[in-house]
């Protein structure tokens, strides 16, 4: 018989919130680190949900990475390191925690005992655990800064190199047997601002590290047509968002702030609050149906978006403009036709941009599906790509194809794979075609809150 000692559940315990987990902080002198240095490193228990430890090797490193404007800063990298490792490569998983809250970064919520605020990164998790049976050691870096500026693109690609360089720097302890090691990034929406970014900066920002590839889907490669396209919708509460990751100190915050001060109304004010204290769903709910550019929020109304300042820092957020930010590895884009956040034309003008100016690009529509039920129709593609990448298999020069099917096949990569690909199909199911349920489901939480 079970005594019911043995049969109690201990509730794990709650670390810090990274506002006040000394681990953050970077140790006095950090600046003068080359970028990629690491500055500190611990290892943890990750989780399911905060509740079910995921019985792999787990590592932290404090890296030291870059600001906007060139200063430097500090952030976290995650590493999941499998069984049986693979160890001359490893890939960089860009999580879509879109939030400028610090208690949503990924590597707060890996932890077991951390409340599980951010949705999208669990089911991110479930990916993940694809790549970790596959034999792949697995990087999810915190590319939004010690602040979490949610949007500004160069900011998180400087995190994910800079990531890559700290643990190409730890390959003693993770059994890397090169020093140069074989690299994939892949991202997904939020998290392919993050990808988009890194494979526009790899040649001039990091041109040493071996990276094999990149797919990105969902990709906002343009934040201003990401913008009007939600504004007043379900999906509004981005918008925010994104004002206050655009404001941050390291990123656009000294020209920014004096113009939140000036023409933000007090409901503008406390909606940009709002983000830094609450994950991604919690925004949308909040800033339901809304408009930024509404007079409620802000004074100069639709003319906010003609502000030089704004004008100026939304186009050096534009993917794909300057020749010099082109991706030399292989990239594959995928994006639905009738991505209901994301308009298609970001990724179309993206990719036409880079091909012309040479890169390798292959680009997959998808037309059935909506935004989040194409993360899951893509997962057979993009792991199959990075597996070409590795392999130095894919093509060079650009190809277009469009996938018409709405299935996700189980046993696709395999039937070690397959478990996990029936928990994403249940998924997939339960969003429904062309993520119809999103905005129903989004109207049921905003009548709960």
């Known amino acids: ?22 681990f953050y902080q970077p140790p006095a002198g950090f600046a003068s680190q080359k970028p990629g240095s690491i500055l500190r490193e611990r290892s943890i228990t990750a989780s399911f949900f905060g509740l079910i430890p995921e019985p792999i090797e787990t590592h932290q490193l404090l890296y ?18 499998p069984w049986f490792p693979k160890t001359d490569r490893f890939i960089s998983f860009q ?27 669990q089911l991110e998790f479930l990916i993940i655990q694809i790549y970790l049976l596959m034999g792949y050691i697995v990087v999810s870096p915190d590319y939004e800064g010690p602040e979490a500026a949610f949007a500004p693109g160069r900011l998180a690609g400087m995190g994910v190199l800079d990531s890559m360089r700290a643990v ?18 892949t991202g997904y929406s939020g998290g392919s601002i993050a990808t988009g970014w890194a494979a526009s900066l790899h040649p001039t920002y ?3 590290l071996n990276i094999k590839g990149w797919t990105q889907g969902g990709t906002p490669a343009n934040l201003l047509g990401t913008l009007l396209n939600i504004d007043g919708t379900v999906f509004s ?17 000294a020209q920014l702030g004096p113009i939140i001060d000036e023409y933000f109304t007090s409901e503008g004010k406390s909606a940009i609050s709002y983000t830094e204290s609450n994950c991604a769903i919690s925004d949308l709910v909040n800033f339901f149906e809304k408009s930024v550019l509404s007079t409620d929020i802000q004074s100069l109304g639709d003319g906010l978006l003609q502000d030089p300042t704004i004008a100026s820092i939304l186009a050096e957020n534009v993917m794909g403009v300057v020749k010099d930010e082109t991706p030399t590895a292989p990239v594959f884009v995928y994006h639905a036709s009738q991505d209901e956040i994301i ?23 998808f037309a059935s599906g909506g935004h989040i039920t194409t993360e899951i129709l893509g997962i057979v593609d993009v792991v199959e790509f990075v597996e070409a990448a590795f392999a130095g298999k894919t093509t060079s020069g650009c190809a277009h ?32 075609k062309s993520d119809s349920n999103i905005s129903k489901n989004i109207s049921i939480l905003k009548n709960v809150v």
């Open 237 to 253: 509460g981005f918008g925010p968002d994104a004002i206050a990751g655009l404001s941050k100190s390291s990123t656009y915050g």
């Open 206 to 208: 990091a041109p040493e």
């Open 401 to 432: 194809n469009t996938e018409l099917s709405s299935a996700l096949n189980p046993i696709a990569l395999g039937a070690e794979i397959e478990p996990i690909l029936i928990d994403l199909v249940t998924i997939l199911t339960t969003l429904g």
């Open 168 to 185: 190409a720097n730890f390959k003693s302890t993770l059994g890397l047997n090169t020093t140069s090691p074989m690299i994939v990034g």
């Open 64 to 81: 030291r990475t870059t600001a906007v404007n060139g200063s430097a800063i500090a952030s976290v990298t995650t590493i999941f390191k």
């Open 343 to 365: 308009p298609y034309s970001n990724a179309s003008t993206l990719v036409d941009s880079w091909c012309s100016n040479g890169a390798s690009v292959n680009f997959t529509t």
């Open 1 to 22: 018989m079970t005594s019911a000692k043995s049969a109690s559940v201990s509730v794990p315990r709650r670390s810090n919130n990274p506002d006040t987990d000394p």
């Open 95 to 121: 999580t879509a925690y879109d939030s400028s809250s610090t208690s949503c970064v990924p590597s707060y919520q890996y932890q077991l005992g951390n409340p599980q605020t951010d949705l999208i990164a």
